[in-house]
Nanobody, 118 residues
C-alpha cells in the first residue's frame, strides 16, 4: 500500500501551489484523508483533513481561508490547494490516510517539499 505525493516546489510568498497524493494498492473511499507538515526540529503538525462520507473538511487555524483540501475517490486521490502562501508554510508536506472507518492515520506518503521564499 502506498501513498504517492507530488506537486511540491519553490514559490514566492503570495503565490499558490497544489500538492496531491495518489493511493496505490488500496482503495481509500472509507478512509479519512489528511495533510500534515513538518519542518526541521519540529513535530509534524496537522494541516487539513477531509472525511470519507460527507467530505467535511477540517483545517488548522494557521491555514484556514488559504488552503483547500479535496478528494476524488474515483481517482483515489487527495489534494491540497494552497493559496496566499507565506514563508512560514515552508515544510515537507505529508499525506495520510486512516484505515477503513478508522481514526488513526496509519498510511503515510513519502512527503513533498514546499518552499516559500519571501
Amino acid at each position: 500500500v502506498q501513498l504517492q505525493a507530488s506537486g511540491g516546489g519553490l514559490v514566492q510568498a503570495g503565490e499558490s501551489l497544489r500538492v496531491s497524493c495518489e493511493g496505490r494498492g488500496r482503495v481509500f473511499t472509507t478512509s479519512r484523508l489528511a495533510w500534515l507538515r513538518q519542518t526541521p526540529g519540529k513535530e509534524r503538525e496537522f494541516v487539513a483533513a477531509i472525511s470519507w462520507s460527507s467530505f467535511t473538511p477540517e483545517y488548522a487555524d494557521s491555514v484556514k481561508g488559504r488552503f483547500t483540501i479535496s478528494r476524488d475517490d474515483a481517482k483515489n486521490t487527495v489534494a491540497l490547494q494552497m493559496s496566499r502562501l507565506m514563508p512560514e508554510d515552508t515544510a515537507v508536506y505529508y499525506c495520510a490516510a486512516t484505515g477503513s472507518y478508522g481514526s488513526a492515520f496509519i498510511y503515510w506518503g513519502q512527503g513533498t517539499l514546499v518552499t516559500v521564499s519571501s
